[in-house]
C-alpha cells in the first residue's frame, strides 16, 4: 500500500514551497500532467487488473491460513484455514478505487484545473473517472470470440465484484448529498453521465449474451437494471426537489438495499 498510497499523492498534489526553501520557485509548483496520469495509471494497472496478482490454481492451493496464538494470528483460529480469495483481493481493489475517488483527492484535481487552467496540459476530473471507468470495464469493449462457460467466464469472479463496487461508488458520487463540498455539482454530473454510458455499453454487450455464460450474463444483466433504476429515481427526486424548493434527503436512490446485495 506505500506504493499505492505514494502513487495516489503524486497524481493529485502540487510540489509546495516554503519560505527559505532553496531556489527560487513559486510557493505552489503543479506536478506535470502526464506524471500524474502515470501514477494514475500505476495505482489502477496494479490493483485492477486479475493478471498482476500471478494468482494460479497452483499457487492458491499453497495458501492456507497460518493460525498462531500471537496478536498476528489470533483471528484466524476459528477461521477454515483456507486464504479467502475474494474477500482479500476485493478489499485491496475497493481501498485503491477510494484512494482515487475519495473527496479530498478529487477536490485536489478539482482546484488544479482552476490553479493551473494557464498550462497547456492538465489533468481533471473528468480525466480521472473516464481512467477509471476505462481500467475496471475493459470488458465492454473487448471480442467476445467465447465459447466461454461458468467455469471459464468471459468476465472473471474477480472482475465482477471489482465492476460491482465501481458501480456503487458512481452510485455515491451521483448523489446530490455525495459530501464531495465545493466539487459536489460537478461530481454528481460527471458521475450520473458514466452510469448512463455504463447502462448503453451494457446494454450492447448483453446483445451477444448467447454467446456469454450465465455468470457474465447475470452479472451484467443486474448491472444494467439497477443503473436505469437508479437514473430513474434521480429524474423523480430532482423533479420532486425542485418542486418542493429543496429538502430531504436521498438514500442511493433509493437501492441501497439492491446494490449492497
Known sequence: YTGLALGQNQYTACQADRRGDPGDREPIVPIDADQQRAALAFVLDNMMLDENYGLTPDLLRKMPVDKWYDEGGMRALTSSGVFTI????????????????????????????????????????????NTVRSAIWTELNGDVDGPYTASKPYVSSLRRDLQR?????????????????????????????????????????????????????AHLSNMHEIIGRAMDYQYIYNASDMSSGGGGSMMLFGLENEASN
Open 165 to 217: 463496487a465501481h458501480m456503487e461508488r458512481l452510485l455515491e458520487m451521483a448523489s446530490p448529498d455525495n459530501g464531495f463540498g465545493a466539487s459536489s455539482n460537478t461530481v454528481s454530473s460527471l458521475a450520473r453521465m458514466k452510469l448512463s454510458g455504463l447502462h448503453d455499453d451494457i446494454e450492447t454487450m448483453l446483445d451477444r449474451r448467447s454467446r456469454l455464460d450465465d455468470y457474465t450474463v
Open 86 to 129: 475474494h474477500d482479500r483481493i476485493g478489499g485491496m481493489q475497493k481501498s485503491a478505487l477510494l484512494m482515487v475517488t475519495n473527496p479530498g483527492t478529487i477536490n485536489s484535481v478539482y482546484d488544479n484545473e482552476l490553479r493551473d487552467s494557464d498550462l497547456e496540459d492538465i489533468l481533471t476530473v473528468a480525466e480521472v473517472m
